[in-house]
């Protein structure tokens, strides 16, 4: 067991860079994806919704052969850690905004009008008054998120990135004196690890935020 857990351990670092990159992708995009789902224009937010429900309803890992095997700039195509960074930051940028879209949505409406009333612009408003409340109140949404997607990075293994499920799939390739499952519960093992730290502050967070409104 512990030659299957350091050979598993040394994929942690990639498994880590996979998820916050993906996830920090994600929060920006995501930004400007909500706003385009709140436009006034109608064109502009059946275009944006029409984007996220398309990218929610492929699966990730399809997702991931697409832009692996399918993206191509002249003669050089896409390494495996790019093309898992850019399909994973995609999803979550799609899952991200809406998670945005539902904060901005719980704001009272009145408040808008009160502060134009009070000179500020919409501009001002959104920034300075609507966000730092929607910020918070998405929190708690976001870390729930970003627990799924320590998870989901996994699939990056599918095409060659050397995280915690690559490194454990060549381990029991290469022993076959060593039972197969050895690696893969080093490797739920440390998800665990990674995941219950993130789940019990998403959850206090959002307790405290209750418990604060």
């Given at each position: 067991?512990?030659?299957a857990?350091?050979?598993v351990?040394?994929?942690l670092?990639?498994?880590?860079?996979?998820?916050a990159l993906a996830?920090?992708?994600?929060a920006?995009?995501?930004?400007?994806?909500?706003l385009?789902?709140r436009s006034?224009?109608?064109?502009?937010r059946l275009v944006i919704?029409?984007?996220?429900?398309?990218?929610?309803a492929?699966?990730p890992?399809v997702?991931?052969f697409?832009?692996?095997f399918?993206?191509?700039?002249?003669?050089?195509?896409?390494d495996s850690?790019t093309?898992?960074?850019i399909g994973?930051g995609?999803?979550?940028?799609?899952?991200?905004?809406?998670?945005?879209?539902?904060?901005?949505?719980?704001?009272?409406?009145?408040q808008t009008?009160?502060s134009?009333?009070?000179?500020?612009?919409?501009?001002?408003?959104?920034?300075?008054?609507?966000?730092?409340?929607?910020?918070?109140?998405?929190?708690?949404?976001?870390?729930t998120?970003?627990?799924?997607?320590?998870k989901?990075?996994?699939?990056?293994?599918?095409i060659?990135?050397m995280?915690?499920?690559?490194?454990?799939?060549q381990?029991a390739?290469?022993n076959?004196?060593?039972?197969?499952?050895?690696?893969f519960?080093?490797?739920a093992a440390?998800?665990?690890?990674?995941?219950?730290?993130?789940?019990?502050?998403?959850?206090?967070l959002d307790?405290?935020?209750?418990?604060?409104?």
């Amino acid at each position: 067991m512990a030659e299957a857990f350091l050979a598993v351990i040394i994929g942690l670092p990639m498994t880590l860079l996979v998820t916050a990159l993906a996830f920090t992708t994600g929060a920006i995009l995501g930004f400007p994806i909500m706003l385009g789902m709140r436009s006034r224009f109608v064109v502009v937010r059946l275009v944006i919704r029409l984007m996220v429900d398309i990218i929610r309803a492929v699966p990730p890992i399809v997702w991931l052969f697409l832009i692996y095997f399918g993206v191509q700039i002249g003669s050089i195509r896409l390494d495996s850690l790019t093309a898992a960074v850019i399909g994973l930051g995609l999803i979550a940028s799609a899952y991200l905004a809406e998670v945005y879209r539902g904060g901005y949505s719980t704001l009272p409406k009145g408040q808008t009008e009160a502060s134009l009333a009070l000179g500020l612009t919409p501009t001002t408003t959104f920034l300075r008054i609507q966000t730092p409340q929607a910020i918070r109140t998405v929190l708690p949404s976001m870390s729930t998120f970003l627990l799924a997607l320590v998870k989901d990075s996994s699939i990056a293994s599918t095409i060659g990135v050397m995280d915690l499920v690559f490194r454990a799939s060549q381990f029991a390739r290469q022993n076959p004196d060593i039972p197969g499952i050895a690696p893969f519960l080093v490797a739920a093992a440390v998800y665990l690890i990674i995941s219950i730290p993130i789940a019990i502050f998403a959850r206090r967070l959002d307790a405290k935020l209750k418990g604060a409104g």
